[in-house]
Each structure stands twice: as structure tokens, then as C-alpha cells.
């Protein structure tokens, strides 16, 4: 049954559901709304009461639906992200399946089928990976030699929870999707991974290694967090 909560802030629509097993009230939010199971047999005003006492709670948990990151849709016309800059996905039915093109601001990809999502992704994190990986070598290379470093090997990564590691060979590893992120961005997780070739550590002489290659790099830091799970989406 739908019914609609009368708050000071306006209105938020709902689902009703009474159940003759339940004994109390259970409020749940999902792809569909609130939703408000109540017993068969309860007071009216008692469930009107506890609706405007939970509704702070209501309004939050919505919103935050609301602003979960939406995932990519690969249709003609899908904005992307290249070093920062968005990038519109523009799809060509082709008669021969071709590498993807980007033409201005447009990532160009023909095929013979453009509604095949599978294989749009799929050419679309490849040619990502392809610039990814010549960005993050002359990346390195120049913050290397600002370290005084020789250069060490490049690779290119797909961890779920990092987006860069240096192990104890000096070999640097690097996400693949941090190239949807603006330089600066990049630099930092470059620089971070570069100074552990100095001290294997998070101590405060490791930061100061950091900071000498990328000053800003708290920022950054702060920023890449907040952008993280976005990055994650192509
Ligand atoms: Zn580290």
C-alpha cells in the first residue's frame, strides 16, 4: 500500500506492508524506497509517531541512495574521464572492429555491433591501460631522476584495494584506472611509490621524500580517497 510521510521538509512517499506475524515496526530502505512493516494490530498514531522520530534517519539513508555512484552504461554518448578531463564515448556501427580512437573529446569505437556492452568495455580498458602505462613511465622517469633514482621497471596493476606498490626488486606497480584521474593525482601516487625506493616504511622521512617530489601530496591524498570509488566504476 503506498502512503506518504508528512514531514516539515515536504513529503516522502512509502510502502506499507502489514504482516499478522510481526510484532513490531521495521523500517527498511532498498532500490525501491522506504519501506514500513507494521503488525496487523497496532495503534495508527503509534507508527505516525515513530516515522517522525526516525525521519532524520529516513531522509540520510535515502540521500545516500541517492548519491551512490551510478555504474558506466557504455551507450553512445557515456561521459568517461581521461588524466581529469571528461571524454564522451562515442559508439560507430563498423563493418570491421577497430581499436578505439580518441578524436578531440570524443573515445571513438566502432564495431559491428554497438550494443554488445561486453566488448565496449573491454576495448575501452584497453586502450586506457595502453596510455596508462607510456603516462606512468615518463611519470617515473622524471620524478626517478628528480630522486636520484635509477629507473626502476614499470608495471601496470588491477589490485582492488591499492593503487600503487614498490616491492623490495625496486619494481613499481601501478593501477591501470588511476589514468581517469587528473595528473596531479597520478604524480602523487607515482611519487609515493617512487620514495618507498628510499625507505620501505610510512615513517615521517618517507613523507619527506614524498613531499620533496610532490609537495602538495596531502591533497592529493585526500582527493584520490574521495575519488576512489568513482575510479573504480569503468
Ligand atoms: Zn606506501
Request: with cysteine.
Amino acid at each position: 500500500m503506498q502512503q506518504l510521510l508528512k514531514l516539515p521538509s515536504g513529503t516522502i512517499p512509502y510502502t506499507l506492508k502489514i504482516s499478522a506475524k510481526r510484532r513490531t515496526i521495521g523500517l527498511r530502505i532498498d532500490d525501491h524506497g522506504l519501506t514500513v512493516h507494521i503488525p496487523k494490530r497496532i495503534h495508527w498514531p503509534h507508527v505516525e509517531q515513530l516515522l517522525l522520530e526516525k525521519s532524520a534517519w529516513i531522509i540520510e539513508k535515502l540521500s545516500e541512495r541517492e548519491n551512490r555512484p551510478e555504474p558506466v552504461t557504455w551507450q553512445d554518448g557515456t561521459t568517461l574521464f581521461y588524466l581529469g578531463e571528461p571524454i564522451v564515448l562515442s559508439l560507430r556501427q563498423d563493418a570491421r572492429n577497430r581499436q578505439p580512437v580518441l578524436d578531440g573529446e570524443s573515445l571513438v569505437v566502432a564495431q559491428p555491433d554497438i550494443t554488445n556492452t561486453a566488448v565496449i568495455q573491454r576495448k575501452v580498458s584497453q586502450w586506457f591501460a595502453k596510455h596508462a602505462i607510456e603516462d606512468f613511465r615518463r611519470r617515473v622517469e622524471l620524478l626517478a631522476a628528480k630522486l636520484g633514482v635509477p629507473m626502476p621497471s614499470v608495471f601496470l596493476s588491477n589490485a582492488k584495494t591499492r593503487w600503487g606498490s614498490c616491492n623490495s626488486r625496486g619494481e613499481i606497480r601501478l593501477h591501470w584506472r588511476l589514468i581517469q584521474a587528473p595528473p596531479h593525482i597520478i604524480q602523487y601516487v607515482v611519487a609515493h611509490e617512487l620514495a618507498h625506493l628510499k625507505e620501505m616504511n610510512h615513517s615521517p622521512k618517507f613523507w619527506a621524500w614524498v613531499e620533496k617530489l610532490c609537495p602538495e601530496y596531502a591533497k592529493s591524498r585526500n582527493e584520490l580517497k574521495a575519488m576512489s570509488a568513482d575510479l573504480h566504476l569503468v
